[in-house]
Nanobody
Framework: QVQLVESGGGLVQAGGSLRLSCKAS????????MGWYRQGPGKQRELVAT???????NYADSVKGRFTISRDNTKNTVYLQMTSLKPEDTAVYYC??????????????????WGQGTQVTVSS
């Protein structure tokens, strides 16, 4: 059983900064990609940033230059440093990871997992 636990959300004024963390725990053999998604009020969930094993990083255009995603493979943890926050960044932020796990047959399979979400609120 894999669990993703996020932390670091909260209330911040526009222009401020926050750092989100997400740790994957459980019997994980490998993690291919980790990332952050968000869902604002009345909106669909959207990609914020992803980081793949070996390096490729993708950002949504709306956060480029303001947010930085990083990853500590020794800790199975992904971070999202958010700066110059805007009210439109207000959302529930979800961690996502593509993990290799052992299934009941003993084989290794890749499965996608989600965290429970952490609220980020940016006041104007």
């Amino acid at each position: 059983q894999v669990q993703l636990v996020e932390s670091g959300g909260g209330l911040v004024q526009a222009g401020g900064s926050l750092r989100l963390s997400c740790k994957a725990s459980g019997t994980i053999f490998d993690i291919r990609s980790m990332g952050w998604y968000r869902q604002g009020p009345g909106k669909q969930r959207e990609l914020v940033a992803t980081i793949h094993s070996g390096g490729p990083i993708n950002y949504a255009d709306s956060v480029k230059g303001r947010f930085t995603i990083s990853r500590d493979n020794t800790k199975n943890t992904v971070y999202l440093q958010m700066t110059s926050l805007k009210p439109e960044d207000t959302a529930v932020y979800y961690c996502n990871a593509d993990c290799q796990v052992a299934v009941s047959t003993g084989l290794l399979e890749w499965h996608e997992y989600w965290g429970q979400g952490t609220q980020v609120t940016v006041s104007s």
